[in-house]
Each structure stands twice: as C-alpha cells, then as structure tokens.
C-alpha cells in the first residue's frame, strides 16, 4: 500500500464526487420536495435509494460500499479522547508532547496504538483509523452537533447554546424519518443519557435529537446503568394491577383527548412515543431485545461488567433484533468523561481506556463471529481531540480541535486501513483532512443514504441532511 497522502494513495479523497451526488444538485425544487415526502407517504428507505438510483443519470451503479450497511452503532466518546493517547502516538516527539504511554504494534504491520488499548491492537485488522479528523471549533457543545448530525451547529463556538429545534437532526433521527415501516423495536436507540456538560453553561449537547425533523424522530432513551442487578427498561413494564387489554384500553381513551391536539408536532410526537410504547409492550420480540439476562454470563464479561461495557453489549443486541442505529455516549462517569484537562493520563489508564478498549473489541469479535459486522458500520469517536502540549502541571491537555483520531468498522469499511495521517507533533493533518461532517457522511454512505439528501422541515423547506462527503477510499 503506499503511503497515507501520496498521489497513488488508495485512501486519498477522490475529487469531482459520483454522478449521483452531482446529479441531486441538478433536480428541481419539486422533485427535492417529492424526495422529502417519501417518509409521509410510508416509503421505506429501500423506496428511497430507488428513487434516488432511477435519478441518476445514464443508470450509473451505485459508489463503492454505498449500502452495505444495515445498521448503525455509534459510540460517542465524549469529552474529547487525546489522539496521542489513544490511535495516533508520537513515540519520537519531546516527552513534553508525547506524554507518559508508550506505543505497542498491532494486527496490522506498521500501525502502532496506545499501549494501554491491549485487546483493540488483537483487532486492529477488523477496523480503520482516521487520524486526520480537524475542525476549528473548541466548545463541546458546539462540536458535539457538527460529531453527531454531519452539520456545523446553529451557533458555532459555543457552550452556552443547548438544544434548539434549529438543530440538524441526528444520525439517528433521520434513518428513523427514512425508516418508517411497522417494527417491533424503534429505529432508533440512545443511551445511557443525553450527553450533557456540567462546565457548560448550555448544559445538554445539541444534535442528539429529531431537531429540525420534529421531537417524533427522537430517539429512544435507555437511561441508567445496564450491569446494575435491578436496571430494567421502564416502558417494557406494566404496572402490577395493568393488563394488557386494560392498557390497549387506555390507550384508546387517550387517542380520543388527543385527537385534537395532533396537529402540533410536539403532540404528534407523543402520541408516537405512546405508540412505541405500547407495541414494546405487547411484543415479545421487542421485549427480549432488551433483555440483557438472557446473554451468557462469559459474553457480558467479555465486553466488561461496567456501564459502558453493558451498554455496548446491549447495543449489539438491539441491532441484531432490528434498531437501525444505536448511539452509546459514554456515560455520566462524575470525571468529566474523556475531557482530561487535568489527571489526563492516571484517568485514561485507570478509568476510561480499559472499559473502551474491552467493549470495542469485544463488540467486533462478537459481529463478525455472528456474521453482522460486514453489515453493520461502527463508528468510535469524539468531538475534539486534545492539544499535543501538556500543561504546565504535566498532567493533562486541553481542547484541541485541529486534529484527532477516530475509528470506522464494518459496513464495508476498509480493514486494517489507515485514513490520512497528523504532523510530527499530532498538531494537524499532514495529508487528507477530514471534517466531523465527512466523518458522518461516511457513515450515511454506507447505510446507503446520499449525504446530500434533502428532507424537508416541519415548515416544509427542503434541508441537506448532511453537509459532509464521504470518505469512499476508505471502502473496500
């Protein structure tokens, strides 16, 4: 393979963008609109491509890797992972910057990782590194939206500005507005929590809901911590003196009050999360899709008997039984979560890498052994990488935006590559810079949805569900 970055780089981003990208540029307004209704109409997402395919002009095949993924597990490592510290060490660089780990080889020749990442160097040849992700936003909150919806946040900058309906909807929001035929399970699953900041004013992350799709593509929400003995999924239980038919009961009842209000979105979302609810309830399917108990004691020690580990492991379960996509954030741990401005390298080797690192493994060993991972994209990644200099203490690094590191896995994805490479410091890329926004127009590519769809808002404008574009080297 030649190097990251040279003219005959096989990973290098192609320039000019496939016939069908160019081709959406070209339709009119009303065929957007006509796009855009597929969903109210109950089209499916395979409906859609479809429409998409018979678009293109001349007939042209789909690109590379475009829809060979069926589902989504999108781990968000929030609080911003040092890319030194974790998939792109600097072993020559000055202590100063290089830090305290040391670098340890992996399945794949020639790809060093952080020596603490022991089970994910055994894997490294089931996934790809991306090292040259860059933005120029340094704010959680702000960054966290353009990491999770493939768009810049409605006001750039910022860790005052918490959710809004301006937001662009989530990765997960719009599989769910593209999916909407009858299932067992909802499309789209969150946990453990919203991703919030306690040194952020704005509080919550934006991007982590419907947005401007409206709150009935919201995910669900499964909070708490699954490895606790008594975690349960609320709305998969019925209260003691509730039947079923007593409650298809209630359930009739409330359509009758609410029959005036469905108009209002936020009333129609309810009414869609009543409905999810009662069919969870009355499904078996959906009921052992969340049920954790009846994995084997030795397949949940393997992912990690902790909140992250379980989560993962939960996640697989969900995708298996038909959530398209699930987003694990890493959770509420009372550290600041990967945002090691100080204690950086005590909290990565004691707290956060060995819980990533087990599930992650884990998580692809267990995909590929049941025949998923070539149709599933996982995705691991932060919003923001951390500044190459330490601070002043020697113990932590702040904010840094300019590069940082992710991983991509299944759904076509090209094993044991490497994306792009950072300078001699890990300050910048050296070679083919990658936006958050490609990052996730990379991950819509393979669950086979063109980046420049346009759907339409709860006013009826037509909106680019994605302002990035693919990274199609990177598939195989």
């Known amino acids: 393979m030649a190097p990251s970055g040279s003219p005959h780089d096989p990973l290098r981003p192609q320039a000019g963008g496939c016939a069908e990208f160019r081709s959406l540029r070209r339709m009119s307004r009303r065929r957007i609109l006509e796009a855009g209704s597929l969903g109210l109409l109950g089209l499916g997402l395979d409906a859609l491509c479809g429409a998409r395919a018979a678009a293109t002009p001349g007939g042209a095949g789909a690109p590379t890797g475009f829809g060979r993924a069926k589902a989504c597990i999108f781990l968000f490592m929030w609080g911003g992972p040092s890319q030194l510290d974790t998939f792109d060490p600097k072993p020559d660089a000055p202590r100063e910057i290089r830090g305290e780990f040391r670098s340890i080889s992996t399945a794949v020749p020639a790809l060093s990782i952080c020596e603490h990442f022991e089970q994910v160097a055994k894997v490294a040849d089931r996934l790809a590194v991306v090292r040259s992700l860059t933005h120029s936003d340094p704010a959680h909150l702000s960054s966290g939206h353009a990491t999770l919806t493939g768009h810049r946040a409605p006001v750039l900058n910022s860790d005052v500005d918490g959710p809004s309906d301006r937001d662009t909807p989530h990765l997960g929001s719009v599989v769910a507005r593209l999916q909407q035929a009858a299932r067992a399970v909802p499309p789209f699953v969150t946990l453990p929590w919203v991703a919030a900041h306690p040194a952020a004013p704005g509080g919550r992350a934006p991007g982590q809901n419907g947005g401007w799709l409206g709150s009935r593509y919201d995910p669900m929400l499964l909070s708490g911590d699954p490895n606790a003995r008594d975690w349960s999924v609320p709305e998969l239980a019925l209260a003691d003196d509730v039947t079923l038919g007593r409650l298809e009961g209630r359930q009739h009842l409330l359509r009758l009050v609410d029959e005036q209000r469905r108009a209002l979105d936020n009333s129609a979302g309810a009414e869609a999360f009543k409905q999810q609810a009662l069919g969870l309830v009355g499904s078996t399917a959906a009921r052992q899709a969340f049920d954790l108990s009846a994995e084997p004691e030795k397949v949940r020690e393997r992912y990690g008997r902790n ?38 390298f005590r909290r990565l080797k004691k707290d956060l890498i060995p819980p990533a690192d087990r599930a992650l493994a884990a998580l692809l060993i267990d995909l590929e052994e049941r025949g998923l991972l070539d149709e599933t994209i996982v995705a691991w990644v932060g919003e923001f990488g951390r500044k190459p200099q330490i601070t002043r203490a020697g113990v932590g690094r702040d904010h840094w935006p300019h590069c940082y590191s992710g991983l991509l896995a299944g759904g076509g994805i090209g094993r044991g590559a490497v994306y792009g490479a950072s300078d001699a410091h890990g300050a910048y890329p050296a070679s083919a810079p990658v936006s958050p926004q490609d990052y996730a127009a990379t991950i819509y590519h393979a669950l086979g949805i063109d980046p420049e769809l346009m759907l339409v808002d709860r006013m009826g404008r037509p909106l680019r569900v994605c302002e990035g574009r693919a990274m199609r080297a990177l598939f195989a």
């Open 307 to 344: 909140i992250h580990g379980q989560c993962v492991l939960l996640a697989r379960r969900l995708i298996e039984h038909g959530v398209s996509l699930v987003s694990v954030n890493w959770h509420n741990d009372g550290g600041n979560f990967w945002d090691t401005h100080g204690n950086n």
